[in-house]
């Protein structure tokens, strides 16, 4: 098995450019579906989650030409409504393309999502909210059927504001009859990025980026280009590097709109950061302070950044405490930073990290995407050699992971 061999020590400098956002292009590929078109989609990160995605297109019946980061979907031929059980399996939000099939052909068939494992991770709320868009479902052998004759908009109010369910209805909406209106839907700047896409291509979607959506359904679409957004969780990953060695780095392409909720956490343990148009540098002190965290819906702290920022914390000036209020299994990271010397306690969903002065190199598994990410944070600084294994996790969502390293002056190889 693959794994990442870090040698710790040295202070991240240098300048890299971030990828297209993961979060923005998965639903936005599953939008393509609805237009029975061409969709040319540029600054795709070229990772696991999108090839899994792509693939599953292509069983629909889509057909797909892609180099670079720049990927023509062409939807026109597509036939088939079921997505297969073992793709569904690989890749959690696999459950988005429900939504865009079910806004195309009036019916769906999929079974239960994988994905990271990072806690219970249900559809209760994606089957609730479909129904109340007056879709019927039935489960039959492990398949969720869903159907209705003509999707008619209604109003619906979101429990808890789900990023997929929200992502979903809108799918599901944009061409059915009438308006749909969505309350307390999830306001990251993944879903604006989606909402801009769909409106490029014809639809009539507003109120991205607030608590309320209007859709109302258009008859059909059009061929649309469309850059994607850059990577949000992937900036404020390689910020969070940066800010644990005492580095200073540039990283272009940058919306710093977007990453308030990192950077303004990130100052408070002492880093300066330099925004500018379209790109952000980092300066960091040689010992970072510790500082407290709780995870929230966008425009809070994101849960994909806490990893990252626990294993930076391990080595601040202090204590910290981390809670974490999206996904309960997030924490296991942590006790692999503990074969580093980390000094962490946990309790449910709290995590107490005590600053130590010095992490030494460890064998570890990554248990998760955002969880692998964090352990090769805490490699960044361990004395000594590192390995990282199960890096099948990162590869997921993190494009050229081991290449930008590099050219950020750190020492990381893959060995096996
Ligand atoms: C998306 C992101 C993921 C991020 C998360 C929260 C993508 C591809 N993934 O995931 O990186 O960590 O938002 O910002 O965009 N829930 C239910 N029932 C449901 C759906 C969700 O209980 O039917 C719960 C989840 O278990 C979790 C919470 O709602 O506790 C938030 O999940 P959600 O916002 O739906 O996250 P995802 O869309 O899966």
Redesign the pocket.
């Known amino acids: 098995m693959t794994q990442y061999i870090i040698e710790g020590g040295n202070e991240l400098e240098g300048e890299i450019n971030s990828s297209g956002s993961?979060?923005a292009s998965?639903p936005i590929i599953a939008a393509s579906i609805l237009s029975g078109k061409t969709t040319t989609l540029y600054n795709v990160p070229n990772i696991q989650d999108i090839k899994i995605t792509l693939d599953i297109l292509r069983i629909l019946g889509c057909k797909i030409d892609r180099k670079n980061g720049k990927i023509i979907i062409d939807s026109g031929r597509m036939n088939k409504t079921e997505i297969p059980k073992e793709l569904m399996h690989k890749l959690?939000?696999s459950v988005i393309l429900a939504g865009a099939i079910l806004g195309r052909f009036n019916k769906a068939i999929f079974s239960y999502p994988g994905g990271c494992d990072i806690?219970?991770?249900?559809?209760?709320?994606?089957i609730k909210s479909l129904k109340k868009l007056g879709i019927n479902i039935e489960e039959e052998a492990g398949y969720i059927i869903c159907s209705r004759d003509k999707i008619i908009g209604a109003d619906i109010h979101l429990d808890?504001p789900?990023?997929?369910?929200t992502e979903n209805l809108m799918l599901a909406s944009v061409l059915a009859e009438g308006e749909t209106t969505i309350t307390n839907v999830?306001m990251?700047p993944?879903i604006i990025d989606l909402q801009r896409f769909l409106n490029r291509m014809g639809a009539k979607v507003s109120g991205a980026g607030e608590n309320v959506i209007k859709i109302q359904g258009v008859k059909k679409l059009k061929n649309v280009s469309y850059n994607i957004m850059p990577d949000r969780i992937e900036i404020g990953t390689f910020l969070c590097m940066t800010a644990i060695t005492g580095g200073n780095i540039i990283i272009n392409n940058v919306n710093n709109e977007d990453i308030k909720s990192i950077t303004s956490k990130l100052e408070e343990t002492g880093v300066r950061v330099k925004q500018e148009k379209s790109s952000i540098e980092i300066m960091a002190p040689k010992k970072l302070k510790a500082i407290d965290i709780k995870t929230m819906?966008y425009p809070g702290f994101?849960?994909?950044m806490q990893s990252v920022f626990g294993a930076m914390l391990t080595v601040a000036k202090g204590t910290s405490l981390i809670v974490e209020n999206?996904?309960e299994n997030r924490f296991r990271y942590l006790n692999e930073l503990k074969k580093m010397g980390a000094k962490v306690s946990i309790e449910g969903n709290v995590a107490i990290i005590k600053g130590v002065k010095k992490l030494h190199g460890a064998e570890m598994e990554a248990p998760d995407l955002r969880g692998g990410a964090a352990i090769c944070t805490a490699a960044l600084v361990a004395k000594g050699q590192s390995t990282v294994s199960n890096i099948s996790h990162i590869l997921r969502g993190y494009e050229n992971f081991d290449k930008k390293l590099r050219k950020l002056n750190v020492q990381i190889k893959l060995g096996t």
């Open positions: 993961k979060n998965l959690r939000s806690g219970g991770r249900p559809i209760d709320l994606h808890f789900s990023v997929g369910v999830a990251e993944e819906p994101p849960t994909d999206i996904f």
